[in-house]
């Protein structure tokens, strides 16, 4: 059976920082690109990073980049997320996703459409 559990999430400061884990099962993560989303309150899903099922593709939001850096863990079929100079509007819900074969760019535009495998989230808070 296919999971997909995410950890990591906390409070922290602004300025401060947390390291997001996605941790999968079933055998999926050699074939599926990984990414995080993220949905803070009263808003929609909107997509924060990427990296490509086979590592050569990383897709950050705006809003993120330089501050957020995506990788992939062989070794523990895991996808990581450090999140540094963390920003009260970085507050929400982070949700790990996985899409077959895909690259970052596309599994960044999946969104809603389609995507194969949702985690079920885990809450960052950034107090100001």
């Known amino acids: 059976q296919v999971q997909l559990v995410e950890s990591g999430g906390g409070s922290v400061q602004a300025g401060g920082s947390l390291r997001l884990s996605c941790a999968t099962s079933?055998?999926?993560?050699?074939?599926?690109?990984m990414g995080w989303f993220r949905q803070a309150p009263g808003k929609e899903r909107e997509f924060v990073a990427a990296?490509?099922?086979?590592?050569?593709?990383?897709y950050y939001a705006d809003s993120v980049k330089g501050r957020f850096t995506i990788s992939r863990d062989k070794s523990k079929n895991a996808a990581h997320l450090q999140m540094n100079s963390l920003k009260s509007e970085d507050t929400a819900v982070y949700y790990c996703a996985a899409e077959q074969w895909a690259t970052a760019q596309k599994l960044g535009a999946l969104l809603n459409n389609g995507m194969d495998y949702w985690g079920k989230g885990t809450l960052v808070t950034v107090s100001s």
């Open positions: 990296i490509g099922w086979s590592g050569s593709s990383i």
């Open positions: 079933g055998g999926i993560f050699n074939t599926h690109a």
